[in-house]
């Protein structure tokens, strides 16, 4: 058999060379058969071409609701949607209003919500937006015109069930629901064309004191989660309830359309806002002030007495990024510790803060091996990556030379600088220093295995080292995660003897998991909303990390009082002690003494409760509504150490109904008597959008794996491989010919 070889030469220099008139004679062979070139490329490629494209097709298919309209079609104030059939929708409108009272420690918020119908057919509205973690909020109301409907709390199939019977009855009403104790969605049903319904909330929330600072923060927008796991079933209640988020259900994160709700495709902003935002404050800290601010927002403050006052300073706000109100006392006015009192239903409850006295950094610190894991996930583009390299790059330069150090980055996968912690030498250091400044953002936010990673590499010990480091792990990311309950347990299963810090990065992060990570972690949370905030943010977490915690805290309450959390923690430094506690019909009579251990110094101090009963009862209402949140709360942290998820719920629920609280198990609804949309109108159901956090790079949000580069990678695959058969055809003529 004779044997096909390549017509070759050999040039000067020994190398192989085509032979040119072969292959020219072979296209000039095929040109004669096909008439021409461009004939015979199409009959080779063709076909694999075709195939390719109808893959892209069916791939890019389940896209088309979250494609945007072209910016020249839509009008200010105007969203535009296009459906699975490429129909183009108005969607329904959005503005908010926070009015907010903070009283001490407390703060009482009315967010009012306004939904706007700008089409011409009846309307459900479907809205998910974000409040304060610790928020409990505790009630609702729905305002058509001059009539207001107030909401009723229900067991959570329940409300459903009745918010259901009101929307296929043509009755106008609204539903709010918990998703994530972060995060909450709202429906209004049917709303006539160009017709407004107002749904109001009512929260709670404690002020933050760290570092000698109070602060409250106002979430406004969410940043897209990043949903692990292999697509599945939705975990459905009895009554279904369309969401209309870009997820699908995976065997991690069940409820993923409920919490990824859909955003505008462009940024807005605060001249010309998709979702506009107005605020009023009134703060009255019970103390002088040094400074107050808000470092996100420019605003008009003004001051009567002790009485502080503030409102934005354009009147209104794009809702992109978090709100943050600061307030600093007077260093000799800086409280030790407070008390807070209300009477409810003839019971009170407390609210205590004592921040521990504060202790010099030792000379001489225990050997300690710092893990730093930076999240450089899809969700961290933008301004995000640079302010999570700018805040790994401070921690490097405040390592100590005794200290051990390793990085691990991560988003679909993870790698480690080093297989093991290394010394702080100038040299390690210089390599970290290179590993930072490389790092940028792509991928998903797998976090389990990363997470996992960095807390058992503490079993790799050297046996020959008499005293074991003190292990620290600081955790850079947005916390933009759909998963947050396996991590938490992961967390509690692996922490062993280590300490986890977790920093939030970004306009909108997640801060409701980032902190219970770090309370299960037995560490502390910060966050970083711009990079002008890195050198202050990181230089103070770097302080707790050196400076002895408060330890062994003991509080001398009365034998009838029930105290929660009922594990106290352990205190770093600049952090208060914040407890909450149900006292019974009467206030103690005796001083509330509290002592605890700091570094080799034992330290003690008393706190007087209100002198008359009376004084509990208006100055701080809402303790008794913070008080119930936070035994929810503990309650369901249950759930990771092996709780029976039936007397979970047994639990929780009558909680939740005698308090008036929206939970995991209880939601509000409101429904008017009256028949407002005619038998012979049809209804549909539409979501009201988010606004783009500031500051991040757009996200492929139709796919389930939101912050990945998942199209990219499609389109640069199908052409390499277009390239790839186009070539070996090309080599194949040659050798046959």
Same mark, same amino acid.
């Given at each position: ?299 008009? #403050?003004? !001051? %009567?007495? +002790? @009485?502080?006052?503030? /409102? ?5 706000? $794009?809702?992109?990024? &978090? ?68 805040? #790994?790059? !401070? %921690?490097? +330069? @405040?390592?100590?030379? /005794? ?5 691990? $980055?991560?988003?679909? &996968? ?324």
């Amino acid at each position: 058999m004779p044997q096909h070889r390549r017509s070759m030469e050999v040039n000067v220099t020994g190398e192989p060379t085509m032979n040119l008139p072969r292959l020219y004679r072979t296209v000039s062979r095929d040109r004669q058969r096909f008439e021409c070139l461009s004939w015979w490329l199409c009959f080779r490629c063709l076909p694999v071409l075709l195939m390719i494209l109808l893959s892209l097709l069916l791939l890019s298919a389940t896209a088309v609701r979250a494609e945007s309209v072209a910016a020249g079609d839509v009008g200010s104030g105007q969203l535009l949607l296009t459906d699975q059939q490429g129909k183009v929708h108005t969607a329904m409108t959005q503005r908010s209003r926070v009015d907010m009272r903070i009283s001490g420690m407390v703060a009482v918020v009315r967010l009012e919500q306004v939904f706007r119908n700008e089409t011409e057919d009846w309307m459900e509205g479907v809205y998910a937006f974000p409040l304060p973690g610790s928020s409990a909020v505790r009630f609702m109301q729905m305002k058509l015109g001059e009539r207001r409907i107030v909401g009723k709390i229900k067991e959570k199939e329940e409300a459903r069930k009745s918010y259901q019977k009101a929307l296929h009855a043509g009755k106008k009403a609204s539903l709010v629901e918990q998703q994530r104790p972060n995060l909450f969605t709202t429906r209004v049903a049917n709303v006539a064309p160009g017709e407004e319904v107002v749904v109001e909330l009512e929260y709670v929330q404690t002020a933050l004191y760290q570092d000698g600072r109070f602060s409250v923060r106002l979430p406004t927008t969410i940043t897209p989660r990043y949903m692990p796991g292999i697509p599945g079933d939705e975990l459905r209640s009895l009554t279904v309830l369309p969401t209309h988020g870009w997820a699908v259900p995976t065997d991690q994160v069940a409820d993923a359309p409920a919490i990824s709700p859909l955003q505008h495709a462009d940024p807005g902003s605060d001249v010309q806002p998709h979702n506009p935002l107005e605020i009023y404050i009134e703060l009255d800290a019970g103390m002088p002030l040094a400074s107050v601010d808000s470092p996100y927002h420019q605003v008009i #403050l003004n !001051r %009567s007495g +002790q @009485l502080y006052t503030l /409102q934005l300073a354009a009147g209104k706000t $794009e809702m992109d990024r &978090d709100f943050v109100l600061n307030w600093r006392p007077v260093a000799a006015s800086a409280p030790a510790g407070a008390l807070f009192t209300e009477q409810v239903d003839g019971e009170f409850y407390g609210l205590l803060m004592l921040v521990p006295p504060a202790l010099q950094q030792p000379a001489s610190l225990p050997p300690r091996e710092l893990i730093f894991v930076i999240d450089t996930s899809g969700s961290m583009g933008g301004v995000s990556i640079r302010q999570a390299r700018a805040s #790994l790059g !401070r %921690s490097l +330069q @405040l390592l100590r030379q /005794q200290d051990r150090f390793n990085i691990i $980055e991560f988003n679909s &996968d993870y790698r480690m600088l080093f297989r093991r912690a290394q010394p702080a030498t100038s040299h390690n250091l210089q390599l970290a220093g290179e590993f930072t400044r490389h790092l940028h953002a792509s991928g998903g936010t797998e976090m389990l295995p990363v997470l996992r990673a960095a807390l058992s590499a503490q079993d790799d010990v050297d046996e020959l080292v008499t005293q074991p480091p003190l292990r620290q792990v600081v955790f850079i990311t947005d916390g933009a995660v759909g998963n947050e309950e396996a991590l938490f347990g992961e967390i509690v299963e692996r922490i062993g003897a280590s300490r986890l810090f977790t920093v939030g990065i970004g306009s909108a992060p997640n801060s409701w998991f980032m902190r219970k990570a770090a309370d299960y972690g037995r560490g502390s949370y910060t966050s970083i909303g711009e990079e002008t905030e890195v050198d202050a943010t990181m230089s103070n977490l770097f302080k707790r990390l050196s400076t002895p915690a408060a330890l062994d805290i003991d509080v001398t309450w009365p034998d009838t009082a029930e105290v929660w959390p009922q594990r106290v923690p352990d205190l770093y430094a600049g952090e208060p002690l914040h407890l909450l506690v149900k006292l019974g019909s009467e206030l103690p009579d005796q001083p509330l003494i509290v002592s605890g251990r700091v570094g080799d110094s034992d330290w003690q101090t008393s706190l007087q409760w209100p002198a008359q009963q009376s004084e509990a009862a208006p100055r701080h209402a809402g303790v008794a509504s913070l008080w119930a949140r936070k035994k929810i709360e503990q309650l369901l942290g249950e759930k990771h150490r092996a709780e029976d998820p039936q007397s979970l719920r047994d639990k929780v629920l009558p909680i939740a109904l005698r308090h008036q609280l929206l939970s995991p198990y209880t939601s509000y609804v409101a429904v008017e008597e009256a028949k407002a949309r005619p038998s012979d109108a049809a209804l549909e159901s539409r979501p009201v959008p988010n606004s783009r956090p500031r500051g991040q790079s757009s996200q492929p949000y139709a796919y389930p794996r939101t912050a990945t580069t998942a199209t990219a990678n499609i389109w640069l695959g199908s052409l390499l491989l277009l390239i790839a058969i186009f070539v070996r055809l090309c080599r194949q003529e040659g050798e046959h010919a």
